[in-house]
């Protein structure tokens, strides 16, 4: 709370005046469980909200001029609600004006001007959503300004709609859908072919869900991110090729689909995307029977088939995962998001989390000599409007 105080002092001073007309939001992170790459592809995820995630102050000005600042990030960024222009490389306002613009080309109109400013605590190239947080919570605190004019899965498909076209990653909908739609305790098992989803209890009795950090950050754009991407492309072309009625690679289960590849490297992201679809399934089943050792051991075979066949993991994420693997009381372990550094999740027994980050660091400052930062963290709900909590 006094950091909430901090912070909205910190608004007060970027936008001058009293507290009045000022509206808090609230959008988490998230980390996905199982289910890694395969939003692009058709196929099934299974991530959830976090307690760690971004505030968004703000407050309607006159004319026609917004303005964006971070807590984060240095600078004063003003946009015309009109006319937002276009992107400027390595800029944090780009997410939020990316989500103004494709809101205000929505057809409900020219969206309000306002004053903006994001204080998060969720570290950013983390591969936890941090950049889909800022999206989610502008769009959700633009839309409340605005009389609400659009849904929650509006708000989520268009904040997917600015990070491609505006800041130009070819990312898939997960992000922003967990960020949107996340509930307390619960995992989302979404399929990102229909958009179809239903909540999981994840009942953690007796075990906790370790976020740790790598200390490698990751950047998508102009990282292997949209290369994999376009590498699921090339494979559901070829394999169209020979059956045109599939409409995913995620759906292409079986060895012809393999066989039928003539690259090599395409055959090993098919053999990821469907071995990793079939792993979500069983994870959810897991999830339901309370088999969390279970749960545990397709978490790992995921991170070895996302080293070994997708080739996204690097040295960092694999020594802190093989590290976390090693410990007594670690039930399974792998990268979370798009990888190339970011975090890893692991499942752990509440008796042995201290040991595991002492055990963990040990070994893994060990073999790469970085220092790795865990982060404790549940499952919370989605984004959402906190000025009547909060002030
Ligand atoms: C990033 C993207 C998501 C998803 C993951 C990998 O987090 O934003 O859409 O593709 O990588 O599963």
């Known amino acids: 709370m006094q950091d909430f105080a901090a912070a909205l002092q910190e608004f007060l001073d970027f936008s001058p005046g009293d507290r009045t007309g000022v509206r808090v ?19 099934l995820v299974l991530p959830a909200a976090l307690s760690l995630g971004v505030w968004l102050f703000t407050r309607q000005r006159a004319g026609g001029l917004s303005r964006f600042a971070s807590r984060g990030f240095p600078g004063v960024f003003e946009s015309s609600v009109a006319d937002v222009g276009v992107s400027v490389p390595g800029q944090f306002a780009n997410y939020p004006k990316g989500v103004c613009k494709v809101m ?7 969206p309000p001007a306002a004053d903006f400013y994001y204080v998060g605590s969720l570290p950013s190239g983390a591969g936890l959503a941090s950049s889909a947080a800022v999206e989610v919570v502008t769009a959700v605190a633009l839309n409340a300004l605005w009389g609400e004019p659009f849904s929650m899965l509006e708000l989520v498909r268009m904040a997917q709609e600015a990070e491609n076209a505006f800041v130009g990653v070819q990312s898939g909908i997960m992000d922003q859908f967990a960020v949107g739609l996340g509930r307390e305790g619960h995992a989302i098992l979404l399929d990102t072919r229909s958009l179809g989803y239903q909540y999981v209890a994840a009942p953690l009795r007796g075990q906790r869900l370790v976020i740790t950090h790598s200390g490698v950050e990751r950047q998508l754009a102009g990282s292997k991110y949209n290369e994999r991407r376009e590498e699921c492309q090339r494979a559901l072309a070829e394999i169209r090729t020979f059956a045109p009625e599939v409409a995913c690679l995620a759906d292409c289960d079986g060895e012809g689909f393999v066989q039928g590849l003539g ?16 792993r979500v399934s069983s994870a959810v089943q897991a999830l339901g029977s309370e088999d969390l050792e279970r749960f545990g051991r397709l978490m790992s075979d995921s991170h070895r088939s996302l080293r070994d066949d997708y080739e996204v993991t690097g040295p960092a994420l694999d020594a802190l995962v093989e590290a976390a693997w090693d410990v007594p009381g670690c039930l399974g372990s792998r990268m979370t998001g798009a990888g190339f550094g970011g975090c890893t999740v692991s499942l752990v027994r509440e008796e042995a989390a201290q040991d595991f980050e002492r055990l963990v660091a040990e070994r893994y400052r060990q073999s790469t000599g970085l220092e790795p930062r865990f982060y404790v963290s549940s499952i919370a709900a989605g984004a959402r409007e906190l000025t009547h909590e909060m002030m």
């Open 25 to 43: 939001f609230y959008a988490p992170g998230r980390v996905n469980l199982i289910g890694e790459h395969l939003d692009y592809n058709g196929g």
């Open 104 to 110: 205000g080309a929505a057809g409900r109109g020219v």
């Open 263 to 278: 690259d090599l490297t395409l055959r090993k992201r098919l053999r990821h995307v469907v071995a990793e679809n079939r």
